[in-house]
């Protein structure tokens, strides 16, 4: 749990940086699931599957057709334009930093703990 703590405000920057490539590292591996440090197209249509399954109104080749938008965009984000014959093998952990630069994690990957002081450190 103590991914999700709130960055402490004494941080520096680097500090900082140092946690959210912490935070990234902790969700990659979340869709990692075979931990061979790629995020497959298979391996991510599985989390989200897992993720939407709980909704009656998404049916799973909807969830599939997500999961495949979301990959593509990953790889124009990552590859650029690919040729027709190209095959995107997935995204790696420095990919994955590509995609999430720019976006504030630190605000939307956290927990507030009750009676508990915020310690300097990720974990």
Same mark, same amino acid.
């Given at each position: *749990? !103590?991914?999700?703590?709130? /960055?402490? %405000? %004494?941080? $520096?920057?680097?500090?900082?940086?140092?946690?959210?490539?912490?935070?990234?590292?902790?969700?990659?591996?979340?869709?990692?699931?075979? !931990?061979?440090? @790629?995020?497959?197209?298979?391996?991510?249509?599985?989390?989200?599957?897992? #993720?939407? !399954?709980?909704?009656?109104? +998404?049916?799973?080749? !909807?969830?599939?057709?997500? =999961? $495949?938008?979301? *990959?593509?965009? =990953? =790889?124009?984000?990552?590859?650029?334009? *690919?040729?027709?014959?190209?095959?995107?093998?997935? +995204?790696?952990? $420095? $990919?994955? #930093?590509? +995609?999430?630069?720019? +976006?504030?994690?630190? %605000?939307?990957?956290?927990? @507030?703990? #009750?009676? *508990?002081?915020? /310690? =300097? #450190?990720?974990?």
């Amino acid at each position: *749990m !103590s991914y999700f703590r709130p /960055i402490d %405000t %004494t941080m $520096d920057e680097e500090q900082v940086q140092l946690c959210r490539k912490e935070k990234l590292r902790f969700l990659f591996h979340m869709y990692d699931s075979d !931990s061979d440090g @790629r995020i497959t197209l298979e391996e991510y249509r599985n989390v989200v599957e897992e #993720l939407l !399954s709980g909704n009656p109104h +998404i049916e799973k080749e !909807s969830a599939r057709s997500i =999961a $495949d938008g979301a *990959m593509m965009e =990953a =790889a124009s984000v990552c590859v650029g334009q *690919m040729e027709p014959d190209q095959v995107y093998e997935g +995204i790696t952990f $420095d $990919d994955f #930093l590509k +995609i999430w630069q720019g +976006i504030d994690i630190e %605000t939307k990957m956290h927990v @507030r703990f #009750l009676n *508990m002081e915020t /310690i =300097a #450190l990720c974990h």
